[in-house]
């Protein structure tokens, strides 16, 4: 029987989470639940140097908004825990040991403080590496501070294999004796990196390509031990489009990076999931752009990624949320919309839903809300010009000759039969009697109660948002503007 596939998700708490950490996060979890097997969270936070407080939570909360569930994690368990490195300090230390005593790793008492003295390609200068035993012996009885370094191959070369990249090779004698384990018990991120997947039953690593020349130390480390090595797939960057048609890594220039951004600007986290699977991926054998968790899952497979840099386009992901918004169901829209429509005067309150009906095929985002309905709140300055409209053949003389007649229509419409139903069976008999075109009748009411040319919905939608007093008020306002000129 294959052995069961085990993927993770190995974020160093140092912050927000980039978007290209979902993207990781997502693929090694597609692909674990694509193959029937586990996904593992686990926090790297052996650099206390760069630990930010709440990053842990934060990282916990993003994974839950995205609908990525780990197997196995911090707070959730699992056989291979703890799954905080800082926890598992005595394992480290253990593995540690066993290298020293294989000749795999040594003591290094050069300068605790980790400044030490270079050798030739800029790493350390190798002084410990073949200190005589009643040397270190003498120096362990003083007490005197150590690290733990391993001792690389001075010649020949480490190769490995990369799904995307295929073999890559690097020369040992570029290799530096790296730190394992520091003075102070903690782990390197080399180090304890490699300890864990191993020991967790990691057999797929998915992550950045930062980590491709990190590599070759870590299946040094896994040869020193005898230990069977995972599939390693190092996914290609996330690039953002500068101003001159360049791309670079995506960044905040480019626009918002994470996912709480992206959130709070009204980019429903089922799209950003959605769009953020393609970022590097494509599915085999369909055009379907389109998907839900499930669907991905279904869909996943390694061969579908890119080993080319993607690059983040906000106006796809725009498109894609709209799509989620036209397929929501309209209660559940006006609910999630609501918070970003601020606050509203009382009779658009009282029809929000009606309203949030009328946005929710217009919107990419959310946060488009407040300004595409400012005109309902607040009546835009008066502008003559917005009159002139050559398809309907409208000019503001030809509005001010048309308007007196709208006022009267609208007022005798009764206050309680203000629905868009009675609105509508007015307008089109007035149209009717008038014998105009609907265009010539429509764009003079139009501006009169907006302000503005273009509106979501149409006059009769808007009339019946903004009442018959306030539609009244403006209208006749308009018109005595227009009139004065
Ligand atoms: N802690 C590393 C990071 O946050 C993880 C790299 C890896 O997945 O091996 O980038």
């Known amino acids: 029987m294959n052995q069961k596939v085990r993927t993770r998700f190995?974020?160093?708490?140092?912050?927000?989470?980039?978007?290209?950490?979902?993207?990781?996060?997502?693929?090694?979890?597609?692909?674990?639940?694509?193959?029937?097997?586990?996904?593992?969270?686990?926090?790297?936070d052996t650099d206390r140097a760069r630990y930010v407080a709440d990053a842990?939570?934060?990282?916990?909360?993003?994974?839950?908004?995205?609908?990525?569930?780990?197997?196995?994690?911090?707070?959730?368990?699992?056989?291979?825990?703890?799954?905080?490195?800082?926890?598992?300090m005595d394992i480290y230390k253990k593995y540690a040991e066993q290298l020293v005593a294989n000749g795999k790793a040594y003591r290094c008492f050069c300068d605790a403080s980790g400044k030490h003295a270079t050798g030739e390609f800029g790493g350390y200068d190798r002084t410990c590496r073949d200190l005589p035993q009643e040397t270190i012996d003498?120096?362990?009885?003083?007490?005197?501070?150590?690290?733990?370094?391993q001792r690389m191959p001075l010649s020949g070369e480490t190769s490995y294999f990369d799904v995307l990249h295929g073999n890559i090779t690097i020369p040992n004698s570029e290799l530096e004796d790296q730190v394992l384990l520091k003075s102070d018990g903690m782990p390197t991120y080399n180090f304890a990196n490699v300890i864990d997947d191993h020991l967790m039953g990691v057999t797929h690593i998915?992550?950045?390509?930062?980590?491709?020349?990190?590599?070759?130390?870590?299946?040094?480390?896994y040869e020193s031990f005898g230990w069977e090595l995972p599939v390693f797939i190092h996914l290609a960057p996330v690039m953002g489009q500068n101003e001159d048609g360049s791309v670079s890594k995506l960044s905040k220039r480019h626009g918002a990076t994470s996912f709480d951004d992206?959130?709070?600007?009204?980019?429903?986290?089922?799209?950003?999931?959605?769009?953020?699977?393609?970022?590097?991926?494509?599915?085999?054998?369909?055009?379907?752009?389109?998907?839900?968790?499930?669907?991905?899952?279904?869909?996943f497979s390694p061969?579908?990624?890119?080993?080319?840099?993607?690059?983040?386009?906000?106006?796809?992901?725009?498109?894609?949320?709209?799509?989620?918004?036209?397929?929501?169901?309209?209660?559940?829209f006006a609910r999630i919309a609501r918070p970003f429509a601020g606050e509203l005067n009382e009779a658009l309150s009282s029809k929000w839903?009606?309203?949030?009906?009328?946005?929710?095929p217009r919107l990419t985002r959310l946060d488009e809300i407040p300004e595409s309905i400012r005109f309902l709140m607040e009546m835009p300055a008066f502008d003559a010009s917005l009159y002139n409209n050559k398809r309907n053949k409208v000019t503001p003389e030809k509005a001010a000759e048309l308007l007196p007649d709208a006022v009267a229509l609208l007022e005798s419409i009764d206050?309680?039969?203000?629905?868009?139903?009675?609105?509508?069976?007015?307008?089109?008999?007035?149209?009717?009697?008038?014998?105009?075109?609907?265009g010539l009748a429509m764009w003079p009411m139009r501006i009169s109660i907006s302000g503005q040319t273009v509106t979501p919905g149409g006059v009769t939608e808007i009339l019946y948002l903004l009442g018959k007093k306030i539609s009244l008020e403006r209208m006749k306002k308009s018109l005595a503007n227009l009139s004065a000129m």
């Open 415 to 438: 206050e309680a039969d203000w629905t868009t139903d009675s609105i509508n069976d007015k307008i089109n008999g007035f149209v009717e009697e008038k014998g105009v075109k609907k």
């Open 10 to 44: 190995a974020p160093s708490p140092t912050g927000y989470m980039h978007i290209g950490n979902l993207r990781t996060a997502l693929y090694a979890y597609l692909f674990a639940k694509a193959e029937h097997g586990d996904f593992i969270l686990r926090i790297e």
């Open 262 to 299: 992206l959130v709070k600007m009204g980019y429903l986290p089922e799209a950003i999931t959605n769009y953020v699977a393609l970022l590097g991926w494509n599915p085999k054998n369909t055009n379907q752009e389109i998907f839900s968790m499930d669907e991905l899952i279904a869909h």
């Open 206 to 221: 998915i992550r950045g390509a930062e980590f491709i020349t990190s590599t070759p130390k870590h299946v040094l480390l």
């Open 353 to 360: 839903e009606y309203l949030a009906s009328i946005l929710k």
């Open 138 to 149: 003498a120096y362990m009885a003083e007490g005197k501070p150590y690290v733990i370094r």
């Open 56 to 88: 842990v939570d934060f990282i916990k909360d993003t994974l839950a908004a995205a609908h990525i569930i780990p197997d196995e994690g911090p707070d959730i368990g699992g056989e291979c825990g703890p799954y905080v490195q800082s926890e598992r």
């Open 303 to 332: 061969d579908g990624l890119s080993k080319s840099p993607a690059v983040f386009d906000y106006n796809k992901l725009g498109w894609l949320n709209g799509e989620y918004f036209k397929a929501m169901d309209e209660a559940e």
